[in-house]
């Protein structure tokens, strides 16, 4: 008609004339502020990324320098959380070991992920003797105790940083590979998946566009909750004297050290154990929030 507007003389698709509601960023930031404790668990997880990022430039005293006129030290005065029996700033290490423990943490999330997707992927599409065969070494994976199968494969590489990051990834890789395979059997036989292969999709066009999109929000809310697990399992491992090698610090090794010194200088163990507490608490707190976020059923 003449005079009317048409939607390829603005641009637009009809579909795009108007905002659609419920997808945008403020809708979902304002349902992420509206939930109880997800604000909380980021803002702790926020500030624990931003002061193992600048922890070298914050930190008020060398890590590795020796103070033996100011051993054992009570917090206080010059020393916020007093020393360790060689002198050494425990405020400092403490702050200095969030930049291991993080680290290990992410990476070895990372790899957790990379495996575990990748396995719960190809079982839960393809199904058949692939599903059988690599569902039955998850579980074979899983059947063990997560730290007894970290010292394991600690004993058989050898220890390091590396092989600290390799033995937590394959450890919490069953978890990744369950939740994946969960989700894309859930949306495998699925009109639009029909739809995508009569068009003539090929296997990896269909995973990549239509699959993997809907099994991202299990997969998030899992690597929340896995990075508390994960720093929880460092610091077992360095505690055990098979993480990071002194004199660099972790909250592990801190504690390991600060065991024997529970009735003369509590703050030695008390401090690196209240930071372990309050990370792990902070991505739980994310962790259960981004799943009340993400879970359609909960909306």
Do not use: C, K
Not at 127 to 145: E, L, N, Q, T, Y
């Amino acid at each position: 008609m003449p005079g009317s507007i048409r939607a390829s003389d603005t641009g637009r698709t009809p579909a795009a004339a108007g905002p659609r509601l419920g997808t945008g960023w403020r809708w979902w930031a304002r349902r992420f502020l509206r939930n109880r404790v997800a604000p909380i668990g980021f803002v702790i997880i926020f500030a624990s990324v931003v002061v193992a990022v600048t922890a070298p430039a914050i930190v008020p005293y060398d890590v590795r320098a020796m103070s033996p006129q100011d051993a054992l030290t009570p917090p206080g005065g010059r020393y916020f959380f007093g020393t360790d029996e060689f002198g050494r700033d425990v405020f400092s290490r403490v702050l200095l070991g969030s930049r291991v423990s993080l680290v290990v943490a992410l990476f070895s999330v990372l790899t957790a992920v990379a495996l575990g997707t990748s396995v719960g992927l190809a079982a839960g599409y393809y199904g058949g003797w692939w599903d059988s065969v690599s569902m039955r070494a998850m579980d074979i994976i899983f059947a063990f105790p997560a730290i007894l199968l970290a010292i394991a494969i600690m004993a058989v590489l050898g220890t390091s940083l590396f092989n600290l990051v390799i033995a937590i990834g394959i450890v919490y890789t069953p978890q990744f590979a369950r939740v994946a395979r969960a989700a894309v059997m859930g949306v495998r036989s699925l009109e639009f998946i029909d739809a995508a292969r009569a068009l003539g999709m090929g296997n990896a066009r269909i995973i990549g566009r239509h699959v993997v999109p809907n099994v991202m929000a299990p997969m998030i809310v899992q690597i929340s909750l896995s990075l508390s697990l994960a720093i929880l399992s460092e610091s077992a491992l360095s505690f055990l004297g098979l993480g990071t090698r002194p004199p660099t610090p972790s909250w592990g090794n801190m504690l390991s050290d600060g065991r024997q010194l529970l009735e003369l200088a509590p703050w030695n163990a008390v401090f690196p154990g209240l930071a372990i507490m309050i990370v792990v608490l902070g991505f739980n707190l994310l962790g259960d929030g981004l799943r009340d976020l993400l879970d359609p059923r909960l909306r």
